[in-house]
């Protein structure tokens, strides 16, 4: 059997998805292990999450580097000290320098809450809701410089029901999310192995 794959999850919020990823990787025939979650908010509840279930945790304060290029090389030195092998991003609200996504190319995936390539950036389900689509959905791609353009790997589709708010639509894409990206991150292992 092949090694499971050291997975870093980067998130700056709640870190529902960096669950969902390690809940999936409590099957020991998952692809993948997390070995560390990594925010650049200190007090961010997805690093507590973490800690909660065993995964190893990192806080790198944007505030404290001079720019972008020595964050991200703080945020290299970090995965690489913990054996990171892929990174899977999951609600990491910082834009990457060209550097760091050209150090971790091939290596890196996200997830964006709408159907790349409609709606980047962000207030997705807002704007998916303006604009009278019946659907929405979640992407799992990915990093490339361009942001939330990189190459689609998964999406999952949910309805926009009528009289829908931004927040609730959200909460039905972020069910689907949890169910996609383990899916997506498991698949793409097996098929770069
Ligand atoms: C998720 O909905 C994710 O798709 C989104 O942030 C949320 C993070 O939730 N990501 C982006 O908007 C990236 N631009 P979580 O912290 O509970 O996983």
Not at 29 to 36: F, K, N, R, T
Not at 54 to 76: E, H, L, N
Not at 172 to 184: D, G, I, K, N, Q
Request: hydrophobic share 50%; proline share 8%; glycine share 8%.
């Amino acid at each position: 059997m092949m090694p499971r794959r050291r997975v870093a999850v980067l998130l700056s919020g709640r870190g529902t998805n960096m669950r969902a990823l390690a809940e999936a990787a409590r099957d020991p025939a998952y692809p993948a292990e997390i070995v560390l979650a990594l925010s650049n908010r200190p007090m961010a509840p997805g690093l507590e999450a973490a800690q909660a279930m065993g995964i190893a945790t990192a806080a790198v304060p944007g505030k404290q580097f001079p720019d972008r290029d020595a964050f991200d090389s703080a945020v290299t030195a970090i995965l690489e000290a913990h054996g990171v092998e892929l990174i899977a991003l999951a609600g990491f609200m910082r834009i990457l320098s060209p550097g760091f996504v050209q150090h971790w190319a091939g290596r890196m995936l996200n997830i964006h809450p709408s159907l790349l390539p409609l709606y980047p950036g962000l207030d997705t389900h807002g704007r998916a809701i303006a604009a009278g689509d019946t659907e929405a959905g979640c992407t799992v791609h990915m990093v490339t410089e361009e942001l939330d353009a990189g190459p689609v790997l998964a999406q999952a589709r949910v309805p926009i029901l009528p009289g829908d708010t931004a927040d609730e639509l959200a909460a039905r894409v972020l069910v689907a999310e949890h169910s996609l990206y383990p899916l997506a991150l498991a698949d793409f292992v097996r098929s770069s192995a």
